[in-house]
T-cell receptor, first 113, second 116 residues
Framework: KAGVTQTPRYLIKTRGQQVTLSCSPI?????VSWYQQTPGQGLQFLFE???????NKGNFPGRFSGRQFSNSRSEMNVSTLELGDSALYLC????????????FGPGTRLLVL | AQKVTQAQTEISVVEKEDVTLDCVYE???????LFWYKQPPSGELVFLIR??????QNEISGRYSWNFQKSTSSFNFTITASQVVDSAVYFCALSGVRSNDYKLSFGAGTTVTVRA
C-alpha cells in the first residue's frame, strides 16, 4: 500500500507570496493532520481534518489554512508568507476518527526568501 | 496542556553499544497515547510504537525496547546493540483521546549518532 505522499517536495517563495501544499493520505485513511517543523520551535501541530471538516486547529495565525476533499486528499495554504514560515511541513494520515496512529509523509520543505 | 520532555539533545555512541532515550510527559488526562517516531536524514517521520496509558507492559521489537512507567510519567526507549543505520532523530509524542485532542504533542527530539 502506498504511503502518504506530499507535493511538492521543495519550494522556494519570496515574502508576501502565498503557497499551497498538497497531501494524499494512505488509501482508506480519512483523517489528515498537518505539522510544521522548524529548528527553533520543533514539531508543532497545525490542523487536522476528518471527513472534509477541520476538527482541530493549532496555535497558528489565520494565514495558515487548509481543507480536505471528499477523497480525503488535503491541501494547506499559507498566505502572505513571512521569513519565519520557512520550515518542513509534514502531513500525516490516520485510519479513522479517534486517536489512531498517524503515518507521516516525506514533507514539503519550504524556503521563504 | 500536554507536554513532552526529552532532556537529551544529542547522544553519540559507538556501534554495538546500547543507547537509552528518555521521555517524560505531562498530561491531566487519565487516558492517553504515547508514541515514538524516528526521523532519518531524509526527513520523513517513521512510526515505531504506540502505547496506551492502561498498558504498562514493556515491549520489545527486535533491537528496540520500551519501558513505560506511569508512576514516573516516563516512556523510555532503548536501542540494543546499536547500528549505524540507527542514526536519526527520535521523537517521543503524546496524544489525547478526546475528539478535540487527537493531535500529537512532540518532544524536542534526541539526535542519535552511531559511529562505526
Amino acid at each position: 500500500k502506498a504511503g502518504v505522499t506530499q507535493t511538492p517536495r521543495y519550494l522556494i517563495k519570496t515574502r508576501g507570496q502565498q503557497v499551497t501544499l498538497s497531501c494524499s493520505p494512505i488509501s482508506g485513511h480519512r483523517s489528515v493532520s498537518w505539522y510544521q517543523q522548524t529548528p527553533g520551535q520543533g514539531l508543532q501541530f497545525l490542523f487536522e481534518y476528518f471527513s472534509e471538516t477541520q476538527r482541530n486547529k493549532g496555535n497558528f495565525p489565520g494565514r495558515f489554512s487548509g481543507r480536505q476533499f471528499s477523497n480525503s486528499r488535503s491541501e494547506m495554504n499559507v498566505s502572505t508568507l513571512e521569513l519565519g514560515d520557512s520550515a518542513l511541513y509534514l502531513c500525516a494520515s490516520s485510519l479513522d476518527a479517534g486517536p489512531e496512529t498517524q503515518y507521516f509523509g516525506p514533507g514539503t520543505r519550504l524556503l521563504v526568501l | 496542556a500536554q507536554k513532552v520532555t526529552q532532556a537529551q539533545t544529542e547522544i553519540s555512541v559507538v556501534e554495538k553499544e546500547d543507547v537509552t532515550l528518555d521521555c517524560v510527559y505531562e498530561t491531566r488526562d487519565t487516558t492517553y497515547y504515547l508514541f515514538w517516531y524516528k526521523q532519518p536524514p531524509s526527513g520523513e517521520l517513521v512510526f515505531l510504537i504506540r502505547r496506551n496509558s492502561f498498558d504498562e507492559q514493556n515491549e520489545i521489537s527486535g533491537r528496540y525496547s520500551w519501558n513505560f512507567q506511569k508512576s514516573t510519567s516516563s516512556f523510555n526507549f532503548t536501542i540494543t546493540a546499536s547500528q549505524v543505520v540507527d542514526s536519526a532523530v527520535y521523537f517521543c509524542a503524546l496524544s489525547g483521546v478526546r475528539s478535540n485532542d487527537y493531535k500529537l504533542s512532540f518532544g524536542a527530539g534526541t539526535t542519535v549518532t552511531v559511529r562505526a
